[in-house]
């Protein structure tokens, strides 16, 4: 079976420092994937090279077994790529309606307005406040706003940066319910978190990244029972 995503040894560099230097891992479609590791291991610069907003030095990026590594940012998104950033990277001053309006400006059919309410379905909060502006909100609604705002797009895959980052409990457990939410409604998800421990609990696969590499992968399941992944990322000796 092609995988849907495939990277393949993947190198990145910025100038002289090489943040990715031999990551490997495959996203087979509908699954849920996790790469996890310490601060600064280089997942948020593999999801910013697989966006195509950096190169990569060496190494391959396939989607669906084609390569995708040369391609513009907009092209990967219009074929089916979307992605999550890291700090939600919302625009503050205008509205709920807008910034998802903006998730789907690649889109060229006429589903938008449907795919806005099933938006709203997901999060309630954000369809009773569509007019008002992102700023205002919350962390953990900025987070719905900002996995709505990608999920316009209609992504066959959907990266997500530390979608838990600065969420209370109660706020994370909801953000994990709905990423399976949107597992069983179709999407396949490639998931970056510290939180290491929900987002295995929650995955198909997972995948360790240290100093730039893969180092340790397994099933989710698999990883969490892993000693020396509970010794370095679970906070046990
Ligand atoms: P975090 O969870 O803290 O974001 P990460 O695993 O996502 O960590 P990256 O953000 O990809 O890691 O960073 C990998 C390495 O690249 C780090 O050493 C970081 O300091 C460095 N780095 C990241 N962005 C840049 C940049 N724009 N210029 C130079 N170095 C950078």
């Known amino acids: 079976m092609t995988a849907l995503l495939e990277v393949q040894n993947l190198s990145v560099a910025y100038g002289a420092i090489e943040a990715v230097r031999d990551v ?135 990266m997500l940066d530390e979608p838990s980052m600065g969420l209370s409990p109660i706020m994370t457990q909801r953000i994990f319910d709905t990423i399976k939410e949107l597992q069983a409604a179709g999407t396949t998800i490639l998931l970056v978190e510290q939180n290491a421990l929900a987002a295995l609990a929650l995955s198909d696969r997972g995948y360790v990244v240290d100093l730039g590499r893969t180092t340790l992968e397994g099933p989710g399941h698999e990883l969490l029972a892993d000693e020396r992944v509970r010794a370095a990322y679970l906070g046990e000796d």
């Not at 998104?77 to 700090?87: K, S």
Request: charged letters at 20%; a positive charge.
């Open 24 to 158: 490997s891992f495959a996203v087979g479609e509908g699954q849920i994937v996790s790469l996890i590791g310490s601060n600064g291991a280089g997942k948020t610069t593999t999801l910013r090279t697989i966006s195509g907003l950096l190169r990569p030095k060496s190494g391959t990026i396939l989607l669906e077994g084609k390569p995708i590594a040369d391609l513009a940012a907009h092209t990967i998104l219009e074929r089916g790529v979307a992605h999550c950033p890291e700090g939600r990277r919302l625009f503050g001053r205008m509205t709920v309606e807008e910034n998802l309006q903006l998730g789907a400006y690649v889109r060229k059919d006429s589903g938008v307005a449907a795919d806005m309410q099933r938006v709203y379905d997901l999060f309630p909060v954000l369809g009773q406040r569509r007019t008002l502006k992102a700023g205002l909100f919350s962390g953990g609604e900025q987070q719905m706003l900002a996995i709505g705002r990608a999920m316009m797009s209609r992504p066959r895959l959907l």
